[in-house]
């Protein structure tokens, strides 16, 4: 797992910095290698990478924080179609939300999330890849 991890970090990095126009890197591996922090002016993310634990599905990408500075623009969205891209590659079978607020929640709603445990929402990427498809086509 630890070359997975750092492997999609760098990928991460690569996309965050094209979304959000950074030059240096945004994201980074926490030190017990199953967690990516990108936190910067634009954007505070964190990661937990396939955690082996309840109630996470095998093989499951837990956003655990998401926060962008300008809301409702698309980045959440993009966000989601990039992690599907990716998805095969890393062998990531399912996304989960966790600490859901009522933002969040109406966001997992919409992508088909399906409440798994107290403030714990998940998807399969198959599932997600088809509605960010279809969003995409909306636009």
């Given amino acids: 797992m630890e ?6 970090n760098a990928q991460l990095n690569e996309y965050l910095k094209a979304r959000f126009k950074y030059k240096s890197n945004v994201s980074r591996v926490c030190v017990l290698d199953d967690k990516i922090q ?3 002016t634009k954007i505070d993310l964190y990661i937990r990478y396939k955690p ?11 956003l655990a924080r998401i926060g ?17 891209s990716v998805a095969e590659q890393f062998e990531i079978e399912h996304i989960a939300v966790a600490q859901v607020n ?3 929640k109406s966001f997992c709603k919409a992508f088909g999330f399906e409440e798994v445990a107290s403030d714990v929402w998940s998807v399969s990427v198959k599932k997600l890849k088809a509605r960010v498809l279809n969003e995409q086509a909306l636009c």
Avoid: E, W
């Avoid at 082996?52 to 837990?62: D, F, S």
């Fill in 3 to 8: 070359l997975d991890i750092h492997a999609f």
């Fill in 68 to 84: 962008f500075v300008q809301a409702r623009k698309g980045h959440g969205t993009d966000l989601l179609r990039y992690l599907t």
């Fill in 52 to 62: 082996n634990y309840k109630p996470y599905l095998k093989n499951t990408l837990v």
């Fill in 102 to 104: 009522s933002n969040s």
């Fill in 38 to 40: 990108a936190f910067k």
